[in-house]
T-cell receptor, first 112, second 113 residues
Framework: EAQVTQNPRYLITVTGKKLTVTCSQN?????MSWYRQDPGLGLRQIYY???????DKGDVPEGYKVSRKEKRNFPLILESPSPNQTSLYFC???????????FGPGTRLTVL | DQQVKQNSPSLSVQEGRISILNCDYT??????FLWYKKYPAEGPTFLIS?????DKNEDGRFTVFLNKSAKHLSLHIVPSQPGDSAVYFC????????????FGKGTSLLVTP
């Protein structure tokens, strides 16, 4: 089954404790992205990647890091999480520029 | 600055009637537009898209209209069904800017029986 998977689905952590949210897709897609969804703000892009070792900042990259060492994986790293990073995070992938983007099920992160 | 705007946070429609969701954009470089649908506790799913060279695209009960001069697009759902109740996101692609997807804030549609 073609899918984008994210782990964990739910995470409660404390300020400053490094964490990684994993994202994996099995569709051999070139493009992968991370978004956060906040009430009243919709979906905002954090980072995106057009291919292995190629990443670029989205609209709200501060406080986040990403890496794309393999085509299928695109982890999101929070080196020192803060409460304002409490949000619902979505990973997504697509084959090319105009192709349909597939989203993962989301990771709800709470930073205390 | 928000380049894709959905000015109606919510919309309520009776089952069987038409739902019209609106979206405005500011960047004339956008050349592809999409609508995504999101249910609670799930990721958004693709619904329908339209290229900037077209003014209409239809897929079953869903039709998207694009008015480039007004920088406006709309999604029509006819007839509306209770299962259509979800948050709908409008998105736009700029092929000159890494094909980044720019999303609106979403419109929550409630279809009542």
């Amino acid at each position: 089954e073609a899918q984008v998977t994210q782990n964990p689905r739910y995470l409660i952590t404390v300020t400053g404790k490094k964490l990684t949210v994993t994202c994996s897709q099995n569709m051999n897609h070139e493009y992968m992205s991370w978004y956060r969804q906040d009430p009243g703000l919709g979906l905002r892009q954090i980072y995106y990647s057009m291919n292995v070792e190629v990443t670029d900042k989205g609209d709200v990259p501060e406080g986040y890091k990403v890496s794309r060492k393999e085509k299928r994986n695109f982890p999101l790293i929070l080196e020192s999480p803060s409460p304002n990073q409490t949000s619902l995070y979505f990973c997504a992938s697509r084959r090319g520029g105009y192709d349909t983007q597939y989203f993962g099920p989301g990771t709800r992160l709470t930073v205390l | 600055d928000q380049q894709v705007k959905q000015n109606s946070p919510s919309l309520s429609v009776q089952e069987g009637r038409i739902s019209i969701l609106n979206c405005d954009y500011t960047n004339s470089m956008f050349d592809y537009f999409l609508w995504y649908k999101k249910y609670p506790a799930e990721g958004p799913t693709f619904l329908i898209s339209i290229s900037s060279i077209k003014d209409k695209n239809e897929d079953g009960r869903f039709t998207v209209f694009l008015n480039k001069s007004a920088k406006h697009l709309s999604l029509h759902i006819v007839p509306s069904q209770p299962g259509d109740s979800a948050v709908y996101f409008c998105a736009a692609v700029n092929s000159n800017s890494g094909y980044a997807l720019n999303f609106g804030k979403g419109t929550s549609l409630l279809v009542t029986p």
